[in-house]
Every structure is written in C-alpha cells, then in structure tokens.
C-alpha cells in the first residue's frame, strides 16, 4: 500500500429527499464530497494512507468536515484552519429522463485562502509514492492555478508519481481558461485521466465528433508523447435516462489501447462516479496488475459507487476484487 497526497476542496453537499427540485425543497440531506476528497476516501478504502491537504473554516462546519476526514482515516495535519466558509454544492438528482442539476455556492471559501500560503512541500511529499489533484482546484481562482502547478512540480521533483484528473466544469471556468491551465500542468503529469471531449472542447485536437475508441487512441498517444504521460485512462458514458448508463472503461500505456466490456448499469447516484474510478485505477497501477487487471478494477470500483447514494462509496479491496471477479474479469491477485 502506498502513502498518497491528495490537494482539493472539500464540500458540504445539499441533496433534496425523493428527488424533490431545489427551488421548492423544504429539506435538503447533508453529505461531504469534493472531487479530490471523494478520491482520498475511496482510496483509503483500499488501504492507502492518505493525507489530504487543504482548508477548512474554524467553525462547527468546519470540525464537522475535520470529524469526517478522522473517521475515514484521512490524515489532515495539512488542512489548515482558515478564514472563509465552508463551499456547498446542491444536487437536484434526476429521475428517468429529467436529469440532474448542481448549484454551486463556494465563494469565499476557506479553501481559496490556502494559495497564498506557504506550503512545506518537503515535509508534505516525505516519502509519498502518488500525489493526486483535479482540474476543480485549478478552475477556482488563479492563485488556486498557481498552487496546482506548484504542487505538481513540487512532486515531480521529488519523484512523486503525479496524477491528474481532468474533471472539466463547465460552471466554473470557460474552456479557454481550462485549456491554458492542462497545458501548464499536464508535461508534469504521470497518470492522465481524460476522455474524448476533453481533447476535442478543450485541448483543441480537432471538431467534437460522435465517441470513438479508435479517435480516443489518436488522442492519447499524440498527449503521451507531446506530455510523457506515461498512462491515460477514462469511461466513456452513454445516457439512457438518468437510472440507466452504459459505462465503458479505457487505458491506454505502452503506446497500447485497452478497452473494458460495456457495462450497462443502473445508477442510484452518479456524482463520484468518476473519482472512484480514479482511485481504483490509481490503485491498481500501485498495486501492479496487469493493465487489464488496473481497468477493471476502476470499473469495478466506479460501478460499485453508482450503487449507493452520495458522492463517494465505502467498498474495501477485497469487496471491490469480490465484485469484479464475479462480475467483470477473473483475476490473479
Ligand atoms: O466528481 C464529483 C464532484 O464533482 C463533486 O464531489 C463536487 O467537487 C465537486 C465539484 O466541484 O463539482
């Protein structure tokens, strides 16, 4: 198992009972999430020892976010007390076909004072295998892009595998910004985790076309070479209604394009989905399975979270191995 740094916002989630609408809603449901902090969980489900470095308010919202990180056995001596609040995000779920909605509220949050603090990268990165960190934190401000790119080259300096999630919102920043930012942080990326419409919306690789496996390989092995990204992975997802997806896996290393079956799957909640496909990936490369041992395993990991609700799942190893041998691929462990 290795020790593994992760560096996002956390956030308070607000979903409303029985699929209600946000603007009518008298009750909202409670829960934490946050891309990087969905993927610190999952992966200390799997054994990690994960530090997660961020910000929280000194406030009672703020503990209960600390409570949480202590309960999921996330070390937090790197999540500073700050001025600000804590962000708060609202999911108005979807059911059949009306899909999902999130409402952002995360101005002035703790976590955007983090950047201009001084940060020990030496001490944070002491004997660290894997640092992860998404295109969300680079998206809220500019010194938020800063302190990615910092963190990114700090890590690679220090022989740190560096991960990166590309996890585009369209509600926080335009694809220009986007695509001047992945330019920035990808040549010091080790584990990329882009899809199709990353490459074509954002890194301007040519016209949005309908998804094709073949058109994703071009795409990964014109960044692996432009960047050294030695490992590119993601899902591809066709929407049937808001309960019903086809999910389908893909990684490409060694200049080589693997390619998971096609799950379809009945999704319970879908927000996280990605992150928990991130840690199982990340997990299973640490952990030195076979390529298409690594992408089951994210999917396996991925499928599971869309089971229950909330933005990230509490599966172990041996339940995500379980799940996948049954379901997906034999494998030797
Ligand atoms: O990947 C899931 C995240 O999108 C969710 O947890 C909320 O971090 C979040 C965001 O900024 O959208």
């Known amino acids: 198992m290795s020790k593994i740094i992760t560096l996002g916002e956390p956030l308070m989630r607000m979903t409303p009972p029985g699929f209600q609408r946000v603007k009518e809603t008298k009750e909202f449901k409670a829960t934490i999430g946050g891309a990087e902090l969905n993927a610190s969980v999952n992966l200390a489900n799997l054994g990690h020892e994960v530090a997660f470095v961020s910000a929280l308010p ?15 056995h996330i070390d937090d001596q790197w999540v500073k007390r700050e001025e ?11 059911y059949g076909p009306r899909s999902a909605k999130v409402t952002y509220d995360r ?11 001084e940060w020990d990268w030496e001490a944070i990165f002491d004997s660290c295998q894997l640092f992860h960190v998404s295109g969300i934190t680079p998206a809220l401000s500019p010194s938020l892009k800063e302190l990615t790119l910092k963190a990114v080259k700090e890590a690679r300096e220090r022989n740190v595998l560096v991960s990166f999630d590309c996890n585009y919102r369209s509600k926080l920043w335009s694809e220009v910004e986007a695509k001047l930012a992945f330019e920035q942080i990808l040549p010091y990326v080790d584990v990329c985790f882009a899809g199709q419409k990353d490459f074509t919306n954002i890194m301007n690789e040519g016209p949005e076309e309908s998804f094709h496996p073949q058109l994703l390989e071009k795409y990964f092995r014109k960044a692996a070479l432009e960047y050294g990204i ?32 096609k799950h379809s799957i009945q999704v319970l909640d879908r927000i996280g989905g990605g992150d928990s496909f991130a840690a199982g990936i990340l997990h299973g490369m640490v952990e030195d399975l076979n390529e298409t041992s690594v992408l089951d395993f994210g999917m396996a990991s991925s499928i599971l979270k869309h089971t229950v609700k909330g933005d990230h799942s509490s599966f172990s190893e041996d339940e995500v191995f379980g799940f996948m041998n049954a379901h997906l691929h034999d494998v030797v462990r």
């Not at 000194?58 to 999921?72: I, P, T, Y």
């Not at 002035?108 to 603090?117: K, N, P, R």
């Not at 992975?233 to 394009?257: P, Y």
Request: net charge negative; charged share 25%.
């Open 58 to 72: 000194g406030n009672d919202l703020g503990e209960n976010v600390r409570n949480f990180l202590r309960e999921r």
């Open 230 to 261: 030695s490992l590119f992975a993601c899902t591809n997802r066709e929407v049937r209604d808001s309960q019903n997806h086809q999910l389908q896996g893909f990684l490409f290393k060694n200049d080589q394009l693997f390619e998971s079956q």
């Open 107 to 117: 101005a002035y949050s703790s976590f955007l004072q983090v950047a201009s603090q």
């Open 84 to 94: 600000g609040r804590l962000g708060v995000y609202y999911v108005e779920e979807g």
